[in-house]
């Protein structure tokens, strides 16, 4: 990996450790589909401005298909998912459980690519899943059933990523980064949108909920997407993903700064013991 690749990572890292906190503060307004659908759409609305003024063509009948799953796979589903969570947990530990993507990642890899599960492996998947369970522990024994329900959406969230991080790199090596990304996330938010107003908006939406929204469709969405696809094409699925070693940092301190969420001990324990298990 190179200075330029790691520096990527960094910075995407960031924009997505803190689009937990920006969930945690739109979901309440506009409900978990609504903010995931218009999340993509705005985001896929500035890529299609960007294509415009940049002249970049889209190939349409050719990668329809792919944009469809990849949308539905890696953004709609876990958008919505994630966004359910932050209503019953705490941002920090949303972003932690994102971190066992990579190892999701390695159980799909084997799958889809035939990469070689080894011992090392193994061991780092035994070890992070416990590394969950530490996590969690304080909030599933003292949850209720929607906070359970929080912490399996994560984990669902998480498992997806994996999944379409090998799908990806298996099957969509004939696109670039940029059509791969506005088509994804187009399909993605156009998928969430039949369903986005059963729940209705609450309370009131000023400009700076708007400019939060514009935000976090624009740069902790279509800019990282952008990067993210292009990094699993360089340096592949797996490496790509370790992305999430960061976010847990990145995720814990924006969630104290703009939430004074303060994480018990046991959130430190375990998001090192679920990295530990990463880095296998």
Known sequence: MTIKQL?????????????????KIL???FGPVMTSSFRLLIASGFLYVYFLVT?????????????????????AIPFVMYSFASSYIDAS????LNSTSPMFGA?????ILKEKLNLSKSIGLI??????FIVSSFTIFNGSIN???AIAACIIAAMLYGYSGNYVKKNVQHLDSKTLTFGSLLFGGLSLLPFSFFHGIEGTIDYKIILLFIFFGVMSTAVTYIIYYKLIKEIG????????YLMPIFGVLWAYLFLNEIPSVNIYIGSVVILFGVFL
């Open 237 to 244: 699925a797996m490496k790509a993903l370790t992305v999430t």
């Open 147 to 149: 906070t359970y329900l």
């Open 93 to 96: 530990l949303s972003v932690i």
């Open 27 to 29: 979901t309440p307004v």
């Open 107 to 111: 159980v799909f890899g084997f799958i």
């Open 55 to 75: 002249k970049h063509k889209i190939i349409w009948r050719q990668s329809l298909k792919f944009f469809v799953i990849v949308g539905i796979l890696n953004s």
């Open 127 to 132: 070890i992070g899943s416990f590394g969950v």
């Open 7 to 23: 520096v990527l990572l960094l910075f995407i890292s960031a924009l997505w450790g803190g689009s937990f906190i920006f969930m």
